[in-house]
């Protein structure tokens, strides 16, 4: 049974979903939710790395609004969850915390693009699953 469970949260209904199902498939393991600030989106405007200035807690009110909604309602008394907020390209920085913190195993949701948009945008899901070193859940 995995230890560390890393579940990515971006706000979608796909990760909420995510979280809902590590705490179902992990109920004893530590969950950890992660929060990417990509810095090449508009919504973003942590270009200062993580902790800089105001626009760095704009990013950090932003992330603990999504942990909040992430996990309101959430059936698991038994959970322990933590959250963390990092700055980069998602896929990468998810594979490369996988790496750092010892996750065992990585759920995460999927936006489902297929043809031109995921061409495109490319997956995060799809770049994860290829390079983590950790077995990857992908909820759509």
Known sequence: MPEHVLVPIDGSPQSKEALERATDLFPEAMITLLYVA??????SGLL???GGGA???RDRDRAER???AATAGLDAPDATIETE???GSPWREIVEYVEREVVDHVVMGSHGRDGAARLLLGSVAELVVRRSSAPVTVVK
């Open 48 to 50: 200062e790395g993580p």
């Open 85 to 87: 907020v990092v700055t």
């Open 38 to 43: 990509d810095p090449t989106e508009e919504e």
């Open 55 to 57: 626009s760095g807690e």
């Open 66 to 68: 999504l942990f909040e």
